[in-house]
């Protein structure tokens, strides 16, 4: 497995559990990093782990996941956190920038991965 790709998952993980023991605490944040950080964490995280299922699964540890399965989990991701669950659930709001982190957090996944 890519240095880099496990790297940037336990990065992420760490600090998206930061935040969240942060917000948890109700300790203020800047608003940027309370409103958007983790939604740029996210994607490489569930991608990581949907790679590392897949490669366990498919019993290939050369397996990478293709640009259309990531750009397939971020409109999944877009559409279920800002245009669903927001019109459901109060902890939810529409907000289009989280759309573009989602992306980018995918675009960042996707370059990181081993390509054979």
């Not at 497995?1 to 023991?21: E, P, Q, V």
């Not at 203020?28 to 990581?48: R, S, T």
């Not at 019993?59 to 800002?82: D, H, R």
Request: glycine share 2%; with cysteine; aromatic share 22%.
């Amino acid at each position: 497995m890519n240095k880099r790709l496990i790297l940037l998952f336990l990065i992420s993980l760490f600090i998206a559990f930061i935040i969240y023991f942060f917000q948890f605490l109700k300790i203020d944040l800047h608003y940027l990093i309370n409103n958007y950080v983790n939604d740029f964490l996210i994607i490489p995280i569930v991608l990581f782990i949907c790679l590392l299922f897949l490669r366990w699964s498919r019993n290939n540890k050369n397996f990478t996941l293709s640009l259309p399965i990531v750009i397939y989990l971020c409109i999944m991701y877009s559409i279920l956190f800002e245009f669903i669950f927001p019109n459901f659930l109060a902890r939810y709001t529409k907000d289009y920038i989280d759309v573009l982190l989602y992306f980018a957090g995918g675009l960042l996944f996707y370059l990181l991965q081993d390509k054979n």
